[in-house]
């Protein structure tokens, strides 16, 4: 449940940075859901680890706004 919790507000903090509002609340959810198992493979790649519910969710905030840029280099094509 705090994964879902965590994902929602981490989807929304990423939309707005990203595109200046969120997505909804399952578009939160999914794109903050996926922004952390992404920021988790990115931080784990390069060799950095935060521990606890503060490095999890910069860990999944800086995933969701890594992977809404990607999104966004595709949607501009």
């Known amino acids: ?11 929304w ?8 509002r969120g997505f909804g609340c ?23 680890q935060f521990g606890g519910w503060l490095g999890s969710l910069f860990t999944a905030f800086v995933g969701a706004v890594l992977f809404l840029v990607v999104i966004g280099l595709f949607k501009k094509r």
């Open 1 to 11: 449940m705090w994964f879902v919790i965590l994902g929602g507000f981490v989807g």
């Open 26 to 48: 399952l578009g939160n959810v999914a794109v903050g859901v996926i922004g952390a198992v992404v920021g988790g493979l990115f931080f784990r790649l390069v060799g950095w």
């Open 13 to 20: 903090l990423a939309g707005l940075a990203f595109r200046g």
